[in-house]
C-alpha cells in the first residue's frame, strides 16, 4: 500500500521515466513481506539498457527490474535505499522521509 506522496509528484515521475530519465519517487509502504520497511523508493527509466547500466552501479540485479510497460523501474528500500539516495544526491527524499 502506497501513500504520502502527492499526484503531481507522480505525474512527473511517470513523465521523466517515459522520457527515458533516470526518475526517483519515494513514498511511504506499508508491505508484511518487508517489515521495518516504511519507504520505498521508485527508480525508473524507460530505456531499459539506461536503467540497466543504473543498477550496475549499485549491483543491483536486472532481474530486479519491473518491467511494467510504460514504467519499469528498481523498488529499493531500506539501508540500500538510503545508500543509493545519497550517493544520487537525492537530499530532499532523504529529508522528507526521515531516512
Request: aromatic share 14%; glycine share 6%.
Amino acid at each position: 500500500m502506497a501513500f504520502g506522496l502527492k499526484r503531481e509528484e507522480l505525474k512527473t515521475w511517470k513523465n521523466n521515466v517515459e522520457n527515458g530519465n533516470i526518475a526517483f519517487l519515494t513514498h511511504y509502504w506499508l508491505d508484511d513481506r518487508f517489515p521495518g520497511c516504511y519507504t520505498v523508493t521508485k527508480v525508473g527509466c524507460s530505456d531499459l539498457d539506461k536503467l540497466k547500466q543504473w543498477g550496475m552501479k549499485y549491483n543491483l540485479q536486472e532481474n530486479w527490474i519491473h518491467l511494467d510497460d510504460k514504467h519499469p523501474h528498481f523498488d529499493l528500500f531500506g539501508e540500500r535505499q538510503k545508500s543509493i539516495l545519497q550517493n544520487e544526491e537525492q537530499w530532499s527524499q532523504i529529508k522528507r522521509f526521515k531516512l
